[in-house]
């Protein structure tokens, strides 16, 4: 382990690497301990006491009390069924959640063995010295041994939205963050043992209000319900009125709004999500909530920074500006060797340069098995830098003072002997220097050369202090300085970033970039990877409108970037694209990010690089920084969110067949007989419909998902209550009651005559049923996709659907041919010729669906 030039602040080395080591075994991971979960048995009651159960368990009630104790029982097992189906779904969605909050990067710097280091919090151990900056989340308990001006946001423990100033001796918590400034402290307390901790066991779990896709689906699942009771009511009525005994028109009512309530639908729903969200995490796109699957799919603009996402964050300074001349050095990563040329006193000259950057810098790189970036990679380069030109064992002598980044400022500073030495962007820095006219000129134009050559430029001065002891305020002390020179840095676009911008225009989004550098070097990267497109712009931060409608006029459009963005700005640029109508993603990175990524529909922050802080208000973590991946995680979303239609498409369709039948007879005032009884109703809702519904919700992304504008819609909307109730339901319909007449015309029955009862009755309603269950196979099929027939998909595709239609085919025959089952189902083997009829519902519902898919992609 070597650093170099790591930054020199007091506590001493930490602990060694062995003694970590030691403690960590002893006392175990830094991690608080499992929350005590509701147990198992009470999620379960839970499932059978929800608002629909209650009305179930109501009906199931009244069927004993009527004398009809078999409706009872077959509610009673519905209501079972389904809340173990619930149930087992619920928990697959959490676990898949919990998963998934496991992969979130919590990474720490610790000082061990007199070297900085990247750890992972959960290994820290009491005694270890933690380095705090700006935007971390406080891992564990801490006393605080070096206090700058650092403030923390203890919000979280205390309510208190004001950040709090501490000073060495002070006691920071876990959970707490960073807020501004930069510190050290000793761990005293981890794990269990933090007041974190004590907290958190005292309160169970928040719940999150409820987002819109809860509330839609809410919204869905209480029409369906007011509406099948609704509907129960009315059959009710009508029974009585056209005379049929009370218990009868009891029996209807029950089962058509059994036959209505849309029982598996929420689980199912939370379950495509979480699986949504697990694929998501294969491609690097965490999400931190269910909801945000959905989100991303209706994504119209994305927002995106350009360091680390757009670039690879790896930098490297491959020339330096000085007012003795220009170097330039090759070198391979962070390596502290490369080749330098240029004039001898420029070498010198941008030697020192280098070394007052790394002086100036709290990151660095260390050797473990190649030479590593230890914090800010652009930092690490200019360690690099100046190890390369003055050598790898030159060290500044000790940091008394330091002011840290911030971007506003846009440089940081720090106090080495009785000298002031910054770097910082060259627009926050130039004006600050002593000389003007000539030289300043040059470095001018020195700047505006490399930045047009996507070179990232920092500047780097200095000055030497009268009376160092006396500085406090940073603002009056960064004056007079004395440019010490340029450094420019390459920072080479991601490989899949183009493909993916081509890919996002495609989709219908529209991208810019917000940019903290310099307005040229976002335009030369901007136009290097096709973002900068001919209606693009560049707009300097300070520039943008103060009128929010003209903001939003001016910013919505493909391909704008916009440079020297602060915080506040990016927060102003999410509200007015919002204004607009656009769902909005933005990343953000930094410490003052927080708000930007909460205003947006799905704020995005970065895995690898980044804060604590930026991750703690994301929806969306990109655990490979890249841009790229926003656009996976948008098809994503989209086919997730594409999959629920699927399957309410297919479930609703069925419920059309399920009603006609108690349709029918109401109608005829009784006269007509009841083809589907309320027990082959429940067979087919959580009997045959369930698997291909399942299947449905995990059907593989359309190629076409990035092919076509973002839609936000409802989930049910016009086009799918259309297709459902005018096409798919109907079809369904008029076969199963045409299986049901051929049946009943095989058993003598003539129009006007007088209907079968019996066995003849039974084995119609038999058919019927059949016809049900063939036609919902046609329609799961057809709901594969809303635009293209099923056999463009590939049979083989979707695999699971074929299991669940084997399964449900299997089922079928079990519930016709074994003689128990069907007599309390109460139907009967069907005669061949109305098998025959019923068979033509999987063609009659693929053909119906056809015609209506291509008479929609005519118009
Ligand atoms: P971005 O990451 O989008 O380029 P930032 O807001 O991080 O933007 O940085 C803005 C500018 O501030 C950078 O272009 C650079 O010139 C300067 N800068 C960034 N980080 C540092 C730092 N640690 N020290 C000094 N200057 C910095
Ligand atoms: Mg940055």
């Known amino acids: 382990m070597q650093a170099h030039p790591g930054p020199q602040v007091l506590p001493g080395d930490g602990l060694t690497g062995g003694e970590a080591a030691a403690r960590l075994t002893r006392d175990g991971p830094n991690q608080l301990p499992a929350a005590r979960r509701v147990p198992w048995w009470r999620r379960l009651v839970a499932q059978l006491t929800h608002f629909f159960a209650l009305l179930l368990w109501f009906a199931s009630a009244l069927a004993f009390v009527a004398g009809m104790p078999e409706l009872g029982i077959a509610v009673i097992v519905v209501i079972v069924v389904n809340g173990i189906f619930a149930f087992v779904q619920q928990e697959r969605a959490e676990k898949a959640a919990e998963r998934l909050g496991e992969l979130l990067p919590t990474t720490i710097v610790v000082r061990r063995d007199g070297a900085l280091r990247t750890v992972d919090a959960r290994d820290l151990v009491v005694g270890d010295v933690v380095v705090l900056t700006g935007g971390d989340r406080v891992p564990a308990d801490l006393t605080l041994v070096v206090a700058g001006r650092c403030t923390f946001d203890e919000s979280t423990l205390t309510g208190e939205s004001e950040p709090v100033l501490h000073e060495a001796g002070a006691v920071v918590f876990a959970g707490t963050f960073v807020a501004e400034g930069e510190s050290e402290g000793v761990v005293t307390a981890m794990g269990a043992h933090t007041r974190l901790a004590g907290i958190a066991a005292l309160t169970t779990s928040v719940r999150r209000p409820p987002g819109p896709l809860d509330l839609e689906i809410q919204r869905i699942v209480r029409t369906l319900a007011f509406g099948s009771v609704g509907v129960g009511t009315v059959f009710f009525a009508v029974s009585l009125l056209v005379g049929i005994s009370w218990r009868d028109a009891f029996l209807f009512a029950v089962g058509i709004t059994v036959a209505l309530v849309p029982e598996g639908l929420l689980p199912t729903v939370t379950l495509s999500l979480a699986m949504g969200a697990q694929r998501m995490a294969k491609d690097n796109a965490l999400v931190r909530n269910l909801e945000a699957v959905e989100t991303l799919g209706a994504t119209t603009f994305v ?7 757009l670039t690879q964050n790896r930098m490297n300074v491959v020339e330096a500006w000085t007012p003795a001349g220009t170097v330039t050095v090759r070198g391979e990563g962070y390596a502290p060797t490369g080749e330098v040329t240029g004039p001898e006193p420029a070498v010198a000259a941008a030697a020192t340069a280098g070394l ?44 008394t003072r330091r002011f840290v980044f911030d971007p506003r400022r846009r440089r940081e500073s720090v106090i080495v002997d009785g000298r002031l030495l910054l770097k910082g962007a060259p627009d ?26 996507g070179l990232r430029v920092l500047a780097v001065a200095r000055r030497t202090l009268t009376d160092p002891g006396a500085v406090t305020d940073p603002d009056l002390a960064e004056r007079d300085l004395e440019l010490l020179g340029l450094l420019g840095m390459e920072d080479p676009p991601r490989i899949a970033v183009p493909a993916a911008l081509r890919a996002a225009r495609g989709a219908g989004i529209k991208v810019a970039m917000l940019t903290g550098d310099h307005p040229e070097t976002a335009r030369a990267i901007a136009r290097e990877i096709g973002l900068l497109g001919p209606e693009g712009k560049v707009v300097q931060g300070k520039d943008l409108p103060d009128d929010d409608q003209l903001l939003g006029a001016l910013l919505d459009r493909d391909g704008v970037v916009i440079s020297r963005v602060s915080p506040e700005q990016k927060l102003r640029v999410a509200k007015a694209l919002q204004d607009r109508g656009h769902v909005v993603a933005m990343t953000g990175d930094g410490v003052n990010d927080g708000p930007a990524l909460r205003q947006a529909d799905i704020g995005v922050a970065m895995g690898e690089s980044g804060t604590d802080v930026a991750r703690e208000a994301a929806d969306l973590v990109l655990l490979d920084d890249d841009f ?16 629920i239609r699927r399957f309410l498409s297919y479930h609703l369709t069925s419920n059309v067949a399920e009603l006609t039948p108690f349709a029918l007879w109401g109608l005829s005032g009784g006269q007509f007989p009841l083809a589907l009884g309320v027990l082959q109703i429940l067979c087919i809702d959580i009997g045959t419909d369930l698997l291909p519904a399942l299947a449905l919700g995990g059907e593989p992304p359309s190629r076409n998902t990035l092919k076509r504008p973002p839609e936000r819609r409802h989930l049910v909307d016009r086009t799918l209550l259309v297709r459902v109730f005018g096409v798919l339901g109907p079809t369904e319909a008029i076969v199963e009651m045409s299986a049901f007449l051929v049946a009943l015309l095989v058993a003598g029955w003539r129009p006007g005559g007088e209907f079968p009862t019996g066995t003849a009755l039974l084995a119609a309603s038999g058919a019927a049923f059949a016809a049900v269950v063939l036609g919902q196979v046609g329609t799961a099929f057809a709901c594969r996709s809303a635009t293209r027939p099923p056999w463009q998909l590939g049979w083989g595709s979707n695999r699971l659907l074929l299991w669940a239609v084997l399964v449900e085919l299997v089922a079928l025959v079990v519930f016709l041919g074994v003689v128990p089952v069907a007599d309390v189902l109460g139907h009967a083997v069907p005669p061949l010729e ?3 009829v019923a068979l033509l519902g999987i063609p009659a519902v693929l053909v119906a669906d056809f015609v209506y898919k291509a008479v929609r992609g005519r118009r």
């Open 303 to 309: 927002c995106t920074d350009k360091t680390g996402t």
């Open 356 to 399: 007052a950057g790394a002086a100036a810098s709290k990151g660095g790189i260390t050797l473990d098995d190649e030479w590593r970036a230890v914090g800010d990679p652009m930092e690490a380069a200019i360690a690099a830098f100046a190890a390369r030109l003055a050598g790898p064992d030159v060290q500044p002598g000790p940091v």
């Open 428 to 453: 926050a820095v130039l004006p600050r220097c002593a000389e003007t006219g000539e030289l300043i000129d040059r470095a001018e134009e020195a700047l505006a050369d490399m930045a047009s050559r």
């Open 628 to 643: 790229a991946t926003i656009l996976t995680a948008v098809e994503q979303g989209r086919a997730t969110y594409a999959n």
């Open 834 to 836: 109305a098998l025959g």
